[in-house]
Nanobody
Framework: QVQLVESGGGLVQAGGSLRLSCATS????????MGWFRRAPGKERELVAA????????AYADSVKGRFAVSRDNAKNTVYLQMNSLKPEDTAVYYC????????????????????WGQGTEVTVSS
């Protein structure tokens, strides 16, 4: 059973930075992909970034491209989301989620593709 635990959220001023972490446990196969989703108040959950588990391919939503960076540390079984130049519209609860076969359908945006989810970590960006 795979478990995901996010951390690193908090309150930051516009223009600031945060780094979110997603610690994983359990067996994850090389064909998987990890996504970072967010749900802003009153909006649907959206995929903002993803990384393949084995090859390190990354992809980003247009709204965060150039500001966010996703990476992984295999030794620590942890995936990170570095968020720079934060804007008030980045305020949301952020979730990491695992698609067990995500390498084959990379950057799948549907929540239904992701089997395992973390509990979420809240990010608030003040203006």
């Amino acid at each position: 059973q795979v478990q995901l635990v996010e951390s690193g959220g908090g309150l930051v001023q516009a223009g600031g930075s945060l780094r979110l972490s997603c610690a994983t446990s359990g067996r994850i196969f090389s064909g998987a992909a990890m996504g970072w989703f967010r749900r802003a108040p009153g909006k649907e959950r959206e995929l903002v970034a993803a990384i393949t588990w084995s090859g390190g391919r990354t992809a980003y939503a247009d709204s965060v491209k150039g500001r966010f960076a996703v990476s992984r540390d295999n030794a620590k079984n942890t995936v990170y989301l570095q968020m720079n130049s934060l804007k008030p519209e980045d305020t949301a609860v952020y979730y990491c989620a695992l698609d067990p076969i995500g390498d084959a359908r990379f950057f799948g945006r549907s929540e239904r593709l992701y089997t395992y989810w973390g509990q979420g970590t809240e990010v608030t960006v003040s203006s």
